[in-house]
Nanobody
Framework: QVQLVESGGGLVRPGGSLRVSCAAS????????MGWFRQAPGKEREFVAA????????YYADSVKGRFTISRDNARNTVNLQLNSLNTEDTAVYYC?????????????????WGQGTLVTVSS
């Protein structure tokens, strides 16, 4: 049974940092591209970041480039997203996702697995 479980969300002040994590099980983790998406209140879900199978390639939305860092640990079946220099526009539910290929991750296509999400709130 494929399972993605996010953790690490919470309340943080503008300018602060937070790390969200995703624990994966039920599939061959190293064979999947892993990504993070987010959905802000009243908005559609959007791509945030993705990391290739070995971690050698990373991809970011323009809105988070230089502030967020995605990484993966294939020994522990986890993928992390470090969020720095947060602002109120980063407030959203953050979702972990998995797919065998990069293209659908970047193009908004169908993805094979999704987590339930973790809420990140940026507020003073």
């Amino acid at each position: 049974q494929v399972q993605l479980v996010e953790s690490g969300g919470g309340l943080v002040r503008p300018g602060g940092s937070l790390r969200v994590s995703c624990a994966a099980s039920g599939f061959i983790f190293r064979s999947y591209v892993m990504g993070w998406f987010r959905q802000a209140p009243g908005k559609e879900r959007e791509f945030v970041a993705a990391v290739s199978w070995t971690g050698g390639n990373t991809y970011y939305a323009d809105s988070v480039k230089g502030r967020f860092t995605i990484s993966r640990d294939n020994a522990r079946n986890t993928v992390n997203l470090q969020l720095n220099s947060l602002n109120t526009e980063d407030t959203a539910v953050y979702y972990c996702a998995a797919d065998r290929y990069v293209a659908p991750m970047l193009s908004g296509g169908y993805l094979e697995a999704w987590g339930q999400g973790t809420l990140v709130t940026v507020s003073s």
